[in-house]
């Protein structure tokens, strides 16, 4: 696996060196730093929990470690790749591994359209869906489970400050195709909208997946967000259907419907606004879909320090600390209520190679 990893990479990098017959090759022409981009992303934790009453576990982690090679071709045609290097997956049925993130030609064919197509974000609606999973210590449960990158085509429309995408992608086993199901997709719309000089903006997606033959599942995803100088408040809500294993055999899956509020609020201060203070709050609800009973509910409350010290996201330092409380249905299970701490700090860099 990991010779294969590296081919892969090998050849997405020699991919860029790919330069028309009718053109002679240049250097400066294929690497040009204001059209091509070669980063690395790396985020270090030490990430300890204790909990009760279950184990308790600690370990210092690579959270993050992804190449990202992006840029333009021309004015209308760019590309997007991202390959996590601390991942290493099988083949998938688009034939991708899974740690390939994105892997898309963009395509703006005016100043209104764009169209992407390869491998790429699901278009989810909600404003923490959308942040790069470098920026998060601590996620909903649908954001944390869900199957976020996949082969398809978008397109989106944008208008003034508003942008309409409609997508189609590939529906895959475990989460969203029935067991031997090939003919599984993914319907997506989102509108993110902007108002008041991006004061107020909107995040609201509808997604529907026809799982197996005459069966489908929906999703329903509202983000708002509110910009008032140096301080963001968000408030998300997601509801919506998967597979998803068993608590009493993870070989066995059943259809889970999870709804999940979210309500964040973040200050940066300081000099030039180095330094941000957050705190975050979830509500997780865990229903079986089939016998429409409730399994557990879960509560979550975070806070977190973080220090820019180059301004800018190139570097920062982290101190995070979340509670989580999982109350489980008696009726339905025997599992004890569970009291999660759990402490996240360390480093995320980004930076480029070219």
Known sequence: MKHTLSYTLLTLCSFLFITPKTHAFSIDSVFNKEKHAIKLDLRIDFDGNINHPEKNSAAFKATTFRVV???????????????????????????????????????????????????????????????????????????????????????????????????????????????????????????????????FNTRYGYMITNVSKGKTTQW????????????????????????????????????????????????????????????????DKRRDKDISRTIYNKYTTSTLLEYYPLGGDKLNVHLAYAFCHTHYNKAITEYAPNDQNRIITGFRWLFSII
């Open 69 to 199: 090679l992006e840029g333009d071709f021309s004015p209308k045609l760019g590309y997007l790749i991202r390959q996590r290097l601390n991942k290493a997956g099988s083949v998938l049925k688009d034939n991708f591994l899974a740690a390939t993130d994105y892997a898309m030609l963009i395509y703006r064919p005016s100043q209104h359209w764009c169209i992407e197509a390869g491998k790429q974000i699901v278009q989810l609606g909600t404003f923490e869906y959308n942040y790069n999973t470098s920026t998060l210590y601590f996620f909903s449960q649908p954001n944390n489970l869900i199957q976020a990158y996949e082969t398809g085509i978008r397109a989106a429309y944008t208008v003034g400050n508003q942008e309409f995408n409609l997508q189609i992608t590939d529906a895959r086993a475990p989460q969203f195709a029935a067991p031997d199901y090939d003919y599984a997709f993914n319907y997506a719309a989102m509108w993110a909208g902007s108002f008041c000089n991006g004061t």
């Open 220 to 283: 329903i995803t509202i983000g708002n967000q509110l910009i008032l100088g140096s301080s963001v408040l968000e408030v998300d809500y997601m509801n919506g259907a998967y597979y998803q294993p068993a608590t009493w055999n993870e070989h066995t899956l059943y259809m889970a419907n999870d709804q999940t509020a979210i309500a964040s609020y973040k200050l940066f201060f300081g000099k030039q606004d180095r330094w941000a203070f957050g705190i975050k709050g979830m509500w």
